[in-house]
């Protein structure tokens, strides 16, 4: 029986990250509900896709070759055509732009219910009970619903799924209506700020207000690139216009899953910390002792950061 299906994310010929905690996701839930953990990868190089995906836990991946990008009405078409043959319990998506695209759509079609942006899953195989958090992570709180379900999923709540897996690889026989395929990508244009993309960054020298100024920045562009990191900040810094919307970390910028975060002169605010606590390791360089970043640090320097930084430039480059 299938209980889980998992749809993979992928953009410009990539996996996206979460598509890997995805699999973890599913395969709690499909222990949970005694069943399969099956999973779709629509679009785009899906043999690729599928064999990197074939991780411990995956029972069997369906491809979809059609298209090389997303489409909402072939993903809608190719998901729902999946759950008419394999009825799973569960439908999971991420809660990307795309998945948050196609999975309305999808349980519209299905006629089930919706729970988007979830941080943790439960299921007796009947009541899925699905945390959410509310007011920026202040509130965390739980819905329930009966029965089959579509679940959007929040990136870096769930660890990465690793080791070989044994699934089998079929291509799905879809049959797409193309008179119902209203849209086509036709390209990328990136907005203020180039190719960079924070989310897939190993190591992140973040800022925040504690720089002061703008041309102060300087330094922590000497820092990151002394380090070989990806520069981010907090939203401050964004709302000042000193660096573009993509790299703000935080609830209404991108979530960040590094190895090493480097917290400069940010306080670690909910909003921030939101965007940044599925970090590896936390560094945190902040005069105040008790500012909450401090809670999540797994190291701190309680000290200047115009002290500090020139000290970390000299001493990695
Ligand atoms: P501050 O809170 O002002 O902290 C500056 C820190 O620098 C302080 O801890 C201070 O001790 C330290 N400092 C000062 N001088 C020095 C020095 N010389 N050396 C070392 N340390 C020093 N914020 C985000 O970041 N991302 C978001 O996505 C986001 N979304 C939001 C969404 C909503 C709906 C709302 C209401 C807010 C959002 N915010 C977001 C804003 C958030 O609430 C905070 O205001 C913001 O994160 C604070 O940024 P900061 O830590 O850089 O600044």
Redesign the pocket.
Known sequence: MTAVLAIADHRRGDLRDVSYELVNAGRELADETGGDLHLAVISGTVDDFADKLNREGVDAIHTVDHGEEFNHDVYTQAITQLYDELAPQYVLTPNSVNGLDYAPAVANELDLPIVTDTIDLETDGETLTATREMY?GKVETTTELEGAAVVTIRGAEWPAAEGTGDATIEAFDVDIDEDAVGSTVNGFEEVGGGDVDIGEADLLVSI???I?EEENLEMIRELADALDATLSS????VDNGWLPKNR??????KVVTPDVYIA?????????V??MKGSDTIVA????PN?P?MDIADYAIV????DVVPELIDEFQ
């Not at 907090?234 to 810094?237: A, V, Y």
């Not at 000290?303 to 115009?306: A, N």
């Open positions: 920026g925040g207000r504690g002061e907090s939203r401050p810094i703000q970390v935080g609830q209404s910028g400069i002169g940010i306080s670690g605010a909910v909003q921030h939101a965007g360089i902040n005069t105040d500012a970043i000290d200047d950061l115009f």
